[in-house]
């Protein structure tokens, strides 16, 4: 099945900054990549996210980048915020007619010092 | 138009008893996803149901079950409780389609077993 490592395990970044957050993933077939934010004690929450034809998105401050060949997709967060302070999770999945498996990563607890 | 919502919001339990949490989905969604989030992980998939039928399933014992109703709604019911089952367990609803599309998690049932 499904494979998908994140790193880094913790970031931490002065406000201003810009975050990374990158994901491995290991099935060909996933084409479907979201990304959450989970808010201590909240339930997680959809940022954004990119299909497979695409290779990278733009919202605001946060983009995502996504890498069919390497199996890799990254998250960017430009001029971070101290409310971007939150444990970050990716997933894959991949369309089908028998439905979707969501596969998360294990995340990544990004702080952003004031 | 209401989001997911969960019941109950917490719940304690004895190894060896059984529970069933329910969810009910975003209006105008059809598919109901169950997963495990245990403490500083990932959310793990559990199943997913559709058309009141379990169409995929995670890697999770039989001693976990679930059931769809006409209205969408869904519960999750875990029989014979051990103490590795204390984790927050999340219901996120869809709109099925061919194509993976997003997920929308609810609040989560705290479950905590002794």
């Known amino acids: 099945g499904e494979n998908v490592e994140q790193h880094p395990s913790t970031l931490s970044v002065q406000e201003g900054d810009s975050a990374v957050i990158k994901c491995t993933y290991s099935d060909s077939a996933s084409n479907y990549f979201p990304w959450y934010k989970q808010e201590l004690g909240k339930r997680p929450q959809l940022i954004i996210d990119i299909r497979s034809n695409v290779g990278e998105k733009k919202d605001q401050r946060i983009a995502v980048t996504l890498n069919k060949t390497a199996k890799h997709f990254s998250l960017h967060i430009t001029e971070t915020q101290p409310e971007d302070s939150a444990v970050y999770f990716c997933?894959?999945?991949?369309?089908?007619?028998?439905?979707?498996?969501?596969?998360f990563g294990p995340g990544t607890r990004l702080s952003v010092l004031p | 138009d209401a989001g997911v919502t969960q019941s109950p919001t917490h719940l304690i339990k004895t190894r060896g008893q059984q529970v069933t949490l329910r969810c009910s989905p975003k209006s105008g969604h059809d598919t109901v996803s169950w997963y495990q989030q245990a403490l500083g992980q990932g959310p793990q998939f559990i199943f997913q149901?559709?058309?009141?039928?379990?169409?995929q399933r995670g890697n999770f014992p039989d001693r976990f079950s679930g059931h769809q109703f006409p209205n969408y709604s869904s519960e999750l019911n875990v029989n014979a409780l051990l103490l590795g089952d204390s984790a927050l367990y999340l219901c996120?609803?869809?709109?099925?389609?061919?194509?993976?599309?997003?997920?929308?998690f609810g609040p989560g049932t705290r479950l905590t077993v002794t």
């Open positions: 997933a894959t999945t991949s369309d089908g007619y028998y439905g979707q498996n969501f596969v």
């Open positions: 149901y559709y058309e009141e039928e379990e169409r």
């Open positions: 996120a609803s869809s709109l099925d389609r061919l194509a993976a599309d997003e997920q929308y």
